[in-house]
């Protein structure tokens, strides 16, 4: 999974803790199961390419 954060839209640099940090909007019960690692992936990625959109279009 950590890998996968490094390319996740919400992996985003926290100048307060100079690091970077899962910017999802969780509530208590999402962010304990995403603590405890009940899933093997990731279930709030999401892609941060950008270009994504724009590829599927030509």
């Known amino acids: 999974m950590d890998n996968m ?3 996740c ?3 985003v640099y926290d100048e307060d803790y100079e ?5 999802a909007i969780l ?3 999402e962010y304990y199961r ?3 690692g009940e899933s093997k992936q990731c279930p709030y990625f999401r892609d941060g ?3 994504k959109t724009v ?3 030509n």
Not at 19 to 23: F, G, H, Q, R, T
């Open 55 to 57: 590829r599927k279009q």
């Open 5 to 7: 954060c490094e390319y």
């Open 9 to 11: 839209a919400y992996f």
């Open 49 to 51: 390419d950008e270009y």
């Open 19 to 23: 690091e970077y940090v899962c910017d």
């Open 34 to 36: 995403l603590l405890t």
């Open 27 to 29: 509530d208590e019960d």
